[in-house]
């Protein structure tokens, strides 16, 4: 998996964090509020999350932290769906689907 520079992320958490300010200092501005939910877009995409506040949490971790812990993260995540990761077998336990 790709993960995008710490100084692209540290920017568009700086551009949300910027954005959401304004936006709660003038919540009848429709052009901060707008403009807040592109900076949270943006944010989601490049930390892979659906919800802005989480890939803004996932971004403040990311650059606190390497890409190992990252990586971590999101393979100990459950897949989207909700169901549970299928158990990987040894490369010799091999079973047929006819269960002999």
Do not use: I, N
């Not at 901060?32 to 877009?41: L, N, P, Q, V």
């Not at 606190?64 to 995540?77: A, D, H, M, Y």
């Not at 091999?94 to 269960?99: D, K, T």
């Amino acid at each position: 998996m790709l993960l995008p520079a710490k100084a692209e992320v540290a920017r568009h958490l700086r551009r949300y964090r910027s954005w959401e300010r304004a936006m709660l200092a003038h919540p009848d501005d429709g052009r901060a509020r707008a403009t807040f939910e592109d900076a949270g877009y943006t944010l989601c995409v490049l930390m892979g999350e659906r919800c802005a506040r989480q890939a803004a949490d996932a971004a403040e971790r990311y650059l606190r932290t390497g890409l190992v812990t990252r990586l971590r993260e999101q393979s100990e995540r459950p897949p989207s769906g909700g169901a549970p990761p299928r158990e990987r077998r040894a490369a010799g336990d091999r079973r047929s689907p006819a269960g002999a």
